[in-house]
C-alpha cells in the first residue's frame, strides 16, 4: 500500500473522531453505528501529516529544515493545534531555528506530546517494511516539534506500525514495534498493550490511557494495541477509538493511519472518505 493510503486512513480517523467533539454530536456516542453528517473537517494532526508527506515526495527523505518551514508557512491556527505548539509555530514563523525552539519547550525538557505521532503513520508507509530506516526518519520528523525522548519514541512506534502493516503481514506487529522502540514509557505502554491483546477495548484504555493526558504515552500504547487487533478492520479500529473516549481525533487518526496503510484506501467505508473534507490541493497523491 501507498503512504497516499495511509494518509487517506489518517485524515478520515481524523475527521471523523473530531465530528464527536461537536456538542450536536454528542449523543451520537451512544449508538456504534452512528455516522455524524457530512462535510467532515479534519483538523492539526492531518495538516502536519500532509506536510510531512509533501516533504518525503519533494526531498526523499525527511529534510528537517523543509519539514519545520513547511509545518511553520501552512500552519492555520483554527485546525485545533495545542498552545504548545501553537507557540512552537509562531516561532518559527517569526525566524526562531526548530532546534532552538523544540529544545526550549516545557522547562528546555522539549515536548513528549502526541503530536510527533499523530502525524507520522503516512511516513512508514512511504518506507514498507524498512523498519531500521523508518525508526530514523520517524525520529528526525518528530524532534522539530517534539524533542523529548517520549515525544520522539511515540513517533518511531506509529510509524514502525504503520510500515510493518504496510508490509502485508497481519501478525507480529507489537512485537515488531517493541523491537525498534526506544526504552521509557511509550515502549513500556507497549509492551503492556501485548499483553492486553485479548481484552476490550474499555478495559485497554483504563490500562493503557486514551490520550487524554495528550501524552505520547498516554496515545501511542493504547492506538498500537487497537491497530494490532483490527488491522484487517479499519471501521472497527477508528469506531474503537471513539467509543473510549479521551483524545478522539488523535488516536482515531493514528490508528486509522496504521490500519489504512495495511488494508488501502478500499479498506475505508466510501462513505467516509467521501464526508471528510478534501485533502489540501498543494499535495500530490
Known sequence: MTAFDSLTGLSVGDAFGAQFFAMENRHLLLDEAAVPSAPWPWTDDTEMACNLLDVL?????????????????????????????????????NGEAWRTAATA????????????????????????????????????????????PEGIAGAIAVAVAASYAARGD??????????????????????????????????????????????????????????????????????????VGGDIDTTAAITGGIVAAHTGVDGIPRAWREAREPLPDWLTP
Open 170 to 243: 497481519a501478525s507480529g506487529l507489537i512485537e515488531a514495534v517493541l523491537s525498534h522502540t526506544p526504552p521509557g514509557k511509550v515502549h513500556d505502554g507497549i509492551r503492556r498493550a501485548a499483553d492486553l491483546f485479548g481484552r476490550t477495548r474499555e478495559e485497554v484504555a483504563y490500562e493503557l490511557g486514551n490520550g487524554s493526558r495528550v501524552l505520547a504515552h498516554d496515545t501511542v500504547p493504547f492506538c498500537i494495541w487497537a491497530a494490532a487487533r483490527h488491522l484487517t478492520d479499519y471501521e472497527q479500529a477508528v469506531r474503537g477509538c471513539v467509543a
Open 105 to 148: 519547550q516545557f522547562g528546555g525538557q522539549g515536548s513528549m506530546g502526541n503530536g510527533a505521532a499523530m502525524r507520522v503513520a503516512p511516513l512508514g508507509a512511504y518506507y514498507p517494511g524498512d523498519l531500521e530506516r523508518v525508526a530514523l526518519e520517524a525520529a528526525a520528523s518528530a524532534v522539530v516539534t517534539h524533542a523529548h
Open 57 to 93: 515526495q519533494r526531498h526523499g527523505q525527511v529534510e528537517r529544515d523543509a519539514l519545520a518551514t513547511a509545518f511553520a508557512d501552512r500552519y492555520d491556527p483554527y485546525r485545533g493545534y495545542g498552545p504548545g505548539t501553537v507557540v512552537l509555530l509562531r516561532g518559527l514563523r
